[in-house]
């Protein structure tokens, strides 16, 4: 393991002599997402494994190369899980990969995001310096949140090599409901159930039916069940439905037209843009297949929220650009925090916005 | 925290009263969150723990000027601060120790001195008291707004008369005060009724005046004191003989004080025993009406209406902070079929604090003001309260009536009488 | 006081007449505080143990004045100290000899409450205890209570990303603030995040909880709003060996239980509480456990007495459920009352922050008990047992010579093993002043530099809350090099 953070400190020199730019790759699920990969591959797989694990300390510490499956079933085996259902996107997913992608499944509305989980991290910087920061305790405070800072960047600050996550036990009961209900009134609906006290992890509407899941302890499911009524699913489809959504292999999101991701205000009112659209985090995210990507940017903005290209060609991420563009100020800090990291701007440029 | 007091008060009983007192604040800033002036002025040195720190420097002999005079000056003396401080500060003796201190050291101008000698000398005597109010009720209409105001208007309701004697053999001694038979005569009397119906009579004794806390407040220390001991001279031949059981406070700023007699008049050797022995048997009425629970509840039983009328209660800072009395006011008027309206902040001073009204107008009306809106949020029919001082302030701001809580017990006993 | 500290240093060259009339000409008359007498008030926070007179104190009363002063600074590259309730206990408000501390207090409005969206729009100076209380109403309230949540402020909150008791389930500030608006030293208005749930870019609103007033001064933020769970109640244990209480803890989460509280008091907290708040404590248990479940009635009965379970078997010598609401609230008063109610035994106190693997309680317990006799100082402890989050209460009287550094030495010693077990120095109440120089302890030089560099990406002159949160590089080095003369006191 260290031979190999030897020789990549080395190419991180080399490039960084010679202006070049890695392109950091883990597994490779994730290379769809986000403005293509520049530069020559950095190959990061190889640092895998588990670090450490105590269950009952609830922090799980693994290599930014361990496949995120090895990892699920580490947990599973002690009754435990990454609580906010990261999507794979392929089987050669790795824990690096989750983390610089930073994105979160279905339960995200109940439970946080990935960020809220991330309590430490080791990382290679610009500098070829091997950095440590938070650690793998609950509440950490000394020194910035620099593992959060990390949570999602894309890799362009760094080389994750260590990532320590908070690990919850997994729920005792799940049960998956159905109603009929058209747009607005789902919307109206999850935000009033967001304000009470009930056990909702998950919810998608699509096509005038609102799905959602309870989980918990059991009395808790099942009091939940009683009061909220609909149609419930059987635990199996139920399962392969969540899933399916998570790993975006549910028919929605089949076909090569371009996939947008809205993140808006759950109260936010249904969007007047035009295409197929599914609703999922109680209403803070609202996919949309085709469309007008000026449009889109301008009612997420309106809205309070913003807007992603998730999945298109080269040739669209290039000219509406994959991200909500950033306020000056903003974008300034961003230009000023990659030096801090990367001084010579080795790492995945582009990747997150161009120049960056 | 740490201290360093210097030598002129050092060595001094006050001065080490001061220093334990200051030790014993951690300086936390837990108490600065419930302080009204806190609340309207957002500056530490106007929050208790602020006032403290300007004390802390005066007694370390740092140079004081009409700065920390104006801080120490708004301070309402409501003790909140202790109410919420976790670590058992005495900021109000702290508080006493402090503005005597700067009294000597930062002089005052002329018309304050004249004004605190006016009210010094005339609000605890009726027979000033009584006329001055007379003349400034007629002229009220012809006053500008701002000072109309200022004259107390007649709050609670008409005086009805004391019970005939009944010959009870329980007795109680009920303080006259100073300005509350002028402004409130009926407080007393609905107080003598509703003991009465308990089988407590209840006298007052002429010559017992002012309380002493008034001209207390106002630094006038050897005024008050002769105050206290013309109170105790007109009590002490009961209290020898047997004849009373206890003072009933129904001012609960007056309570507060007589309370504080033995240890105010602790170095008096002919009055300290005395003073020990008549605040030992000092309770404010709600007090006396809760230690007759069971006989209360077979009258207000036998009394029968329940109007269910919803009321506002404000707390007096000298019964919830100062005398620690919470929650029994609230649950007599519960138990006498009253509703009572939620009141936002319930721990915060009114604004009228003793003479604060008239020394500090601007934050007093604005603490007013925030206090009925917070009683009026559920608009109650009544506002009800326990202390004069309070009555009057609010009442001089609210077109609902203001009123002692006693007089709602009397009504409520006498609906069936 | 004779701690030489990193507030006090001669970097800045300022112009304090120059600086009076430039705030004059953008202020109120009454917003600056000009005069030693007035702003020694204002020399330290919850800390007491740090004290420095700052150059100006100014009372802001809006966004546009809190703009118009750091813009100033900015211009005469003047130290800005953002200042809220000063409740913290690291000294992250002291002020710096020549810079100007801000008062965010009067910024206190609540902005709104929306119960539809589940967020509260407030000022910095809004008291943590008053978000709740506004949202109330709407059967929610803001989930991370700080034991300070009666005074400490908002703002206060973000920068130091506070805890609370019920944050092994709810989470810290960081996990509750949906946005955060602000002004870069420049004088630039900012915000980091919005009212969705994530933001594009990297996660600068992480970055600002918990950023001790470094990077930006805050002056508005977005929380978002729990739903009051249906029932609560607390199961207090007493156990009569603190080490059967450690293993308690570890054994009630190794059953699969996230308890909404778990906190543990040992017998001297208990002591200094019970007299003041009569919460009901066992005065005769070594420690007591506060388990708090909360969810449906039938969640909560099935938690409970699952917890119940697991704390009779680790030994518990006494277990008491919460009957009403009232009930509850009195155990959780005791709790949050224990810092200050210390101060009835001792005139001053040292607060330490750091937290460990839960395994590793008891013989974090044992140790600071043996240091106890070894620098002659009481010590009583307070812990976020779930969260593995130590609160040793170091008792010491500053007027007799020597205390506060023996006091210092102890705090110290009871950081390095913090770092020592696989934890931090600090958990919740940040770094501040009081543990710069033990930053040292658990970071290299490299992870040092690499802060400097983060911060110099917002305030590159370094004018924003000078001397806190990260050592400089020299005093790194001097720290590391005392630390090889002494093996337990890196200040002897
Ligand atoms: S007595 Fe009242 S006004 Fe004075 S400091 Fe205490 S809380 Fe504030
Ligand atoms: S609450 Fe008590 S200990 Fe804390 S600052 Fe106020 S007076 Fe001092």
């Not at chain 1, 699913?233 to 292999?249: H, I, M």
């Not at chain 2, 209409?141 to 019970?163: I, N, Q, S, T």
């Not at chain 3, 009212?195 to 970055?207: F, H, R, V």
């Not at chain 3, 809350?465 to 890196?490: D, F, I, M, Q």
Request: charged share 20%; proline share 6%.
């Amino acid at each position: 393991m260290e031979g190999l953070i030897e020789n990549w400190i080395g190419r991180v020199a080399d490039a960084a002599s010679a202006g070049r730019s890695l392109a950091i790759r883990g597994g490779g699920s994730k290379a769809f997402y986000a403005c293509p990969e520049q530069g020559e591959v950095l190959e990061v797989s190889g640092h895998r494994g588990i670090v450490a694990y105590e269950p009952t300390e609830l922090v799980v510490t693994a290599r930014a190369g361990t496949p995120l499956r090895e990892l699920a079933a580490a947990l599973a085996e002690k009754g435990q899980w990454l609580p906010f259902e990261p999507p794979h996107f392929g089987a050669s997913a790795t824990v690096g990969g989750m983390f610089a992608a930073g994105l979160s499944g279905p339960r995200r509305q109940a439970v946080g995001a990935l960020r809220d989980y991330v309590l430490g991290v080791k990382v290679l910087n610009g500098s070829g310096e091997v950095l440590s920061f938070g650690g793998q305790v609950m509440k950490n405070v000394a020194g910035y949140d620099v593992a959060r800072l990390f949570a999602g960047s894309l890799g362009t600050l760094g080389v994750v090599l260590e990532v320590s996550l908070k690990v919850l036990p997994l729920p005792v009961a799940e049960k998956s409901l159905r109603f009929s209900i058209d747009e607005a009134a789902a919307l109206g609906k999850l935000n009033a159930w967001g304000g009470r006290p009930l056990p909702i992890s998950a919810s998608a509407w699509h096509q005038g039916v609102l799905t959602l899941r309870l989980s918990g302890a059991a009395a808790a499911v099942a009091a939940a069940q009683r009061h909220l009524g609909g149609e419930e699913l059987a635990a199996g489809l139920a399962t392969a439905f969540w899933e399916s959504l998570r790993e975006q292999t549910y028919a929605f999101f089949a076909g090569d037209a371009p996939l947008w991701r809205l993140s808006l205000p759950s109260v936010a009112p249904p969007q007047p843009l035009p295409g197929s659209t599914l609703i999922e985090w109680g209403g803070a995210q609202r996919w949309l297949r085709e469309g007008d990507g000026r449009a889109i940017r301008v009612a997420a903005a309106r809205a309070g929220g913003h807007a992603t290209l998730f999945r298109a060609d080269h040739a669209l991420k290039a000219s509406e650009g994959v991200f909500q563009p950033l306020p000056a100020p903003l974008l300034r800090i961003h230009r000023q925090l990659k030096r801090a990291f990367d001084p010579q701007g080795v790492f995945n440029r582009g990747r997150m916005y161009p120049g960056l | 925290m740490q201290t360093n007091l210097a030598d002129f008060i050092k060595d001094t009983p006050a001065g080490r009263e001061a220093d334990a007192i200051l030790r014993s604040c951690v300086h936390c800033g837990f108490c600065t969150a419930t302080c009204p002036t806190f609340q309207l002025l957002g500056d530490e040195l106007d929050g208790p723990r602020g006032r403290i720190y300007l004390i802390k420097e005066m007694l370390e002999g740092q140079a004081v000027s009409q700065t920390t005079q104006l801080h120490l000056d708004r301070c309402l003396s409501c003790r909140a601060c202790e109410t919420t401080c976790p670590s058992g500060v005495r900021y109000h003796r702290l508080l006493e120790i402090g503005r005597e201190v700067m009294e000597e050291r930062v002089p005052r101008p002329l018309v304050v001195r004249a004004t605190r000698f006016l009210l010094c000398e005339a609000l605890p005597r009726r027979w000033i008291f009584r006329p001055a109010v007379a003349i400034g009720q007629l002229m009220r209409p012809l006053l500008p707004a701002a000072l109309a105001e200022k004259v107390p208007l007649a709050a609670g309701g008409a005086a009805r008369p004391w019970p005939r004697r009944a010959g009870h053999k329980r007795r109680m001694i009920a303080l006259a005060g100073c300005v509350q038979p002028i402004l409130t005569p009926n407080t007393n009397a609905a107080t003598a009724r509703v003991l009465d119906r308990l089988g407590i009579e209840l006298i007052e004794a002429p010559a017992a005046n002012c309380c002493g806390a008034l001209r207390y407040h106002l630094h006038a220390q050897e005024k008050a004191l002769d105050d206290m001991r013309q109170v105790i001279d007109a009590w002490w031949p009961d209290v020898e003989s047997g004849r009373v059981e206890g003072f009933v406070m129904t001012a609960s700023g007056c309570g507060e004080h007589v309370r504080e007699y033995g240890k105010l008049l602790k170095d008096d050797p002919a009055y300290a025993d005395k003073a020990a022995r008549i605040a030992a048997m000092t309770r404010d009425a709600c007090e006396v009406l809760a230690a007759e629970q069971e006989p209360l509840a077979a009258l207000l039983r036998q009394a029968g209406a329940d109007s269910g009328e919803r009321v506002a209660f404000h707390s007096p800072c000298t019964l919830q902070h100062a005398q620690k009395i919470r929650g029994v006011v609230e649950a007599l008027l519960t138990a006498a079929g009253y509703r009572l309206a939620p009141v936002a902040d319930p721990h915060l001073c009114c604004g009228s604090a003793g003479t604060y009204s008239i020394s500090q107008p601007v934050l007093a009306g604005q603490l007013r003001d925030n206090k009925l809106a917070a009683m009026n949020a559920a608009s109650p029919a009544l506002l009800v309260t326990a202390n004069i001082g309070c009555q009057t302030h609010l009442q001089s701001g609210s077109k609902v009536p203001v009123r002692h809580w006693i007089e709602l017990i009397d009504e409520r006993l006498n609906v069936g009488a | 006081m004779s701690i030489e500290s990193s507030v006090a240093d001669r970097r800045f060259t300022v112009d304090r007449q120059a600086l009076i009339a430039s705030l004059r000409a953008v202020l109120p008359e009454q917003a600056l505080l000009v005069e030693e007498e007035e702003m020694r008030p204002y020399e330290c926070d919850g800390l007491t143990a740090y004290r420095q007179l700052p150059l100006i104190v100014a009372l802001p009363a809006d966004e546009a004045q809190v703009q118009a002063i750091v813009k100033v600074c900015h211009a005469l590259k003047v130290p800005v100290v953002a200042r809220g309730a000063a409740t913290g206990l690291s000294g992250g408000a002291t002020p710096h000899r020549d810079g100007v501390v801000v008062s965010l207090a009067k910024l206190k409005k609540i902005i709104s409450v929306d119960p539809v969206s589940r967020t509260a729009v407030v000022q910095p100076g809004v008291r943590n205890l008053s978000v709740s209380e506004a949202a109330a109403p709407y059967a929610l309230y803001y989930a991370p209570d700080p034991s300070s949540q009666i005074a400490c402020t908002i703002g206060g909150n973000v920068a130091e990303n506070a805890g609370g008791v019920h944050c092994l389930k709810y989470g810290l500030t960081v996990h509750n603030v949906m946005r955060v608006r602000g002004l870069t030293i420049d004088g630039e208005i900012v915000e980091f995040g919005n009212a969705a749930l994530d933001a594009p870019g990297y996660d600068l609103l992480a970055l600002m909880n918990g950023s001790e007033g470094l990077l930006a001064v805050i002056t508005e933020v977005t929380v978002r709003l729990t739903p009051k769970p249906e029932l609560a109640q607390v199961v207090i244990a007493s156990f009569g060996d603190v080490r059967q209480a450690g293993d308690a803890v570890a054994g009630i989460i190794a059953a699969g239980i996230i308890p909404a509280g778990l906190e543990m008091m040992d017998r001297k907290a208990i002591h200094a509480v019970e007299p003041y708040v009569n919460a009901g404590y066992d005065m005769d248990a070594a420690a007591i456990l506060l388990c708090e479940s909360d969810g449906t009635p039938e969640e909560v009965a099935e938690e409970i007495g699952r917890m119940t379970a697991v704390l009779e078997q680790s030994g518990a010598s006494g277990i008491r459920v919460s009957q009403d609401e009232a009930e509850r609230l009195r155990f959780w008063a005791g709790r949050k009352a224990a810092f200050p109610a210390v101060g009835r035994m001792t005139p001053d106190y040292l607060c330490m922050d750091g937290t460990i693997p839960r395994k590793r309680l008891a013989e974090m317990l044992d140790a600071i008990n043996r240091l106890s006799e070894k620098y002659a100082l009481r010590c009583a402890n307070v812990f976020h047992a779930g969260d593995g989050n130590l609160h040793p209460l170091i008792m010491y009287d500053a007027n007799q010579p020597g205390e506060l550094d023996r006091a210092l030495a102890f705090g110290a010693a009871i950081l390095e093993l913090s770092v020592k077990f696989g934890g931090t120095i600090t958990g919740e109440h940040g770094v501040g002043i009081e543990k710069v120089d033990v930053m040292a302890e658990q970071f290299s030089l490299a992870e040092i530099a690499a802060f400097h560099r983060l911060k110099a990406a917002f305030d590159e002159h370094g004018l924003l809350n000078p001397g806190k949160g990260v050592p400089t590089l020299a005093r790194c080095r001097e720290y590391t090099l005392a630390r090889v003369g002494s093996a337990t006191s890196p200040r002897s």
